[in-house]
């Protein structure tokens, strides 16, 4: 089964304007990490912001903000105030830290456009 | 500065040929991981390492092989059993494999089969 669920292909943002891609997540574990990667059409993988499990508070950096839903098991990046630069694919990826701790799972990814 | 450095950028196969990308670290990382990206798709796990003459199978390690001799480097060889390689094959790094950090990556290999 499927462990992260982007159902978001392609994406498109005005400049300026906050968006929203979601993810959601499968685990049994109750200690876990969530991550949101970038990667530009260059190829590499940029780390964004981290998230996890026990965190009470939603994880923040500059621009992105990560809306951590538990119950939902929802871990959505919000990017606000778009950039030209923000075009990129994302990954949401998930690290479970009982039964699959060494390694990172990653979701199938969203496509966004900012447009000017 | 450290980070990690992935060897060719591009690099061609011809059918029946073994190939190896090269990733070398000087993050002092412990565990390093080898994904495989096709167009479109996610990544997927193709082997890792968590420590020095260790490593583990992923989820398509299937015409693929590593070693870890050394902490710092984790070469992949795309064998001639790996029946369709073309692919965008990354290499990541990460602290401590059991600890709740993330990645860092190298900037990529593309591998096309001609």
């Known amino acids: 089964a499927q462990k992260i669920t982007q159902t978001q292909p392609g994406m498109f943002v005005q400049e300026k304007e906050a968006v929203t891609l979601d993810c959601t997540y499968d685990?049994?574990?109750?200690?876990?990490?969530l991550f949101w990667y970038k990667q530009p059409s260059s190829g590499e993988m940029i780390f964004l912001i981290y998230?996890?499990?026990?965190?009470?508070q939603n994880a923040t950096e500059g621009r992105y903000s990560l809306n951590f839903q538990k119950a939902r098991k929802s871990a959505n990046l919000v990017i606000s105030a778009s950039q030209l630069g923000d075009s990129a694919m994302y990954f949401c990826?998930?690290?479970?830290?009982?039964?699959?701790?060494?390694?990172?799972?990653f979701g199938p990814g969203t496509s966004l456009s900012v447009i000017p | 500065d450290g980070g990690i450095t992935q060897s060719p950028k591009y690099l061609f196969r011809k059918e029946g040929q073994n190939v190896t990308l090269s990733c070398e670290q000087n993050?002092?990382?412990?565990?390093m991981y080898w994904y495989r990206q096709d167009p479109g798709q996610g990544l997927r796990l193709i082997y890792y390492?968590?420590?020095?003459?260790?490593?583990q199978k992923g989820d398509i390690a299937e015409g693929y092989s590593v070693s870890r001799e050394k902490k710092e480097s984790f070469p992949l060889t795309v064998t001639s059993a790996q029946k369709n390689p073309t692919a965008f094959y990354l290499c990541?790094?990460?602290?401590?494999?059991?600890?709740?950090?993330?990645?860092?990556f190298g900037s990529g290999t593309r591998l096309t089969v001609v």
């Open positions: 990541a790094s990460s602290l401590d494999s059991g600890q709740s950090y993330g990645y860092t």
């Open positions: 685990t049994s574990d109750q200690s876990y990490g």
């Open positions: 998230q996890g499990s026990y965190d009470e």
């Open positions: 990826a998930m690290r479970e830290l009982e039964t699959s701790y060494d390694k990172v799972i």
């Open positions: 993050l002092n990382h412990d565990a």
């Open positions: 390492s968590q420590i020095v003459n260790d490593f």
